[in-house]
């Protein structure tokens, strides 16, 4: 019989992972099938109970439900994803177990490593101190990265710094406001921008120009509608090495995937998916 999985959130009908997953499973010749689900925060708990009910094999969780889906007690988190305070993959075990997982921090290490990026020991800066950056930096933490958080609200950056921290991982953590921007990208040697600057429909936007940026700098968008942001439009300019959001959402959806069927996941394929579902 077919085995179902799916994505839930709200918003939901723009989401790219039915189309990624369903050339995945259709590529490997795979009995399953993938489908977006609109499901509001009061009813998360109510839906995955009745996905694990109806033999889903597994399910991704999207804005607004990851936080949400660690307050269900039924659903055992793994530490990495209680650490970060989301969840974003759910997997329904043989043994009628409901586990949560988090993929998206691996994800963009992934995302930096394909491009030949140098994480261990690296000056990175994250702009944005949201939940796509709590999961990047307890990841970059993990990886040995020289971590400052730059956010709009200081106190937001100041307190992730803190649950960071408080893990003790190898590497190191701070959090400012954004006036310290500038000054912390002359050193850096990665910029990663987990802010919605740039993003559709507000594309003229960008967390940073060209003058700020410099040809030895690494910068990666999570952004990745459109394909090609400001930001990734500025750092081209000013020299520096670009890495587009779409591999993020490629490798946290490949992670997602090896965690439901234990196979590695055809992440090429995904990618070619995804940006022909944006062009
Ligand atoms: P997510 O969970 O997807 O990361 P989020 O929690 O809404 O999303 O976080 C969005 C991030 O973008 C926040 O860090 C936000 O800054 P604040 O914490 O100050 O709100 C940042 N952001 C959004 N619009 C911004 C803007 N115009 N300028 C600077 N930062 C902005």
Same mark, same amino acid.
């Given at each position: 019989?077919?085995?179902?999985?799916?994505?839930?959130?709200?918003?939901?009908?723009?989401? /790219?992972?039915? !189309?990624? @997953?369903?050339?995945?499973?259709?590529?490997?010749?795979?009995?399953?099938?993938? @489908?977006?689900?609109?499901?509001?925060?009061?009813?998360?708990?109510?839906?995955? $109970?009745?996905?694990?009910?109806?033999?889903?094999?597994?399910?991704? +969780?999207?804005?607004? /439900?990851?936080?949400?889906?660690?307050?269900?007690?039924?659903?055992?988190?793994?530490?990495? !994803?209680?650490?970060?305070?989301?969840?974003?993959?759910?997997?329904? #075990?043989?043994?009628?177990?409901?586990?949560?997982?988090?993929?998206?921090?691996?994800?963009?290490?992934?995302? $930096?490593?394909?491009?030949?990026?140098?994480?261990?020991? #690296?000056?990175?800066?994250?702009?944005?101190?949201?939940?796509?950056?709590?999961?990047?930096?307890?990841?970059?933490?993990?990886?040995?990265?020289?971590?400052?958080?730059?956010?709009?609200?200081?106190?937001?950056?100041?307190?992730?710094?803190?649950?960071?921290?408080?893990?003790?991982?190898?590497?190191?953590?701070?959090?400012?406001?954004?006036?310290? /921007?500038?000054?912390?990208?002359?050193?850096?040697?990665?910029?990663?921008?987990?802010?919605?600057?740039?993003? @559709?429909?507000?594309?003229?936007?960008?967390?940073?120009?060209?003058?700020?940026?410099?040809?030895? +700098?690494?910068?990666?968008?999570?952004?990745?509608?459109?394909?090609?942001?400001?930001?990734?439009?500025?750092?081209?300019? !000013?020299?520096?090495?670009?890495?587009?959001?779409? +591999?993020?959402?490629?490798?946290?959806?490949?992670?997602?995937?090896?965690?439901?069927?234990?196979?590695? !996941?055809?992440?090429?394929?995904?990618?070619?998916?995804?940006?022909?579902?944006?062009?």
């Amino acid at each position: 019989m077919k085995r179902v999985f799916g994505v839930f959130g709200d918003p939901i009908g723009h989401s /790219l992972s039915p !189309a990624m @997953h369903n050339a995945a499973f259709s590529a490997l010749g795979m009995d399953c099938i993938y @489908h977006a689900f609109r499901v509001r925060p009061e009813n998360l708990g109510k839906a995955i $109970l009745g996905a694990g009910a109806m033999g889903f094999g597994g399910l991704n +969780l999207t804005v607004p /439900l990851k936080e949400e889906a660690l307050k269900l007690d039924f659903i055992k988190p793994d530490p990495l !994803a209680e650490k970060i305070g989301a969840i974003n993959t759910v997997v329904f #075990s043989e043994t009628g177990e409901i586990r949560g997982y988090n993929t998206d921090g691996l994800g963009a290490i992934q995302a $930096l490593l394909d491009a030949a990026v140098e994480i261990e020991g #690296s000056k990175v800066v994250v702009t944005g101190a949201g939940g796509a950056a709590r999961a990047v930096t307890f990841q970059l933490a993990a990886a040995g990265a020289e971590i400052t958080v730059v956010n709009r609200t200081a106190e937001r950056a100041v307190e992730l710094a803190k649950d960071v921290a408080a893990v003790a991982l190898p590497g190191k953590i701070s959090g400012v406001g954004l006036s310290g /921007l500038k000054e912390l990208l002359r050193d850096a040697d990665i910029l990663i921008n987990t802010t919605t600057l740039g993003m @559709h429909p507000n594309t003229d936007t960008t967390i940073a120009t060209a003058e700020e940026l410099h040809s030895e +700098l690494t910068v990666f968008d999570i952004v990745y509608n459109p394909l090609e942001t400001r930001l990734l439009k500025e750092a081209k300019a !000013a020299g520096a090495k670009t890495v587009s959001g779409v +591999l993020m959402l490629v490798y946290q959806g490949a992670e997602a995937f090896k965690l439901w069927t234990g196979a590695e !996941a055809p992440a090429e394929l995904m990618k070619e998916t995804v940006l022909e579902a944006l062009q």
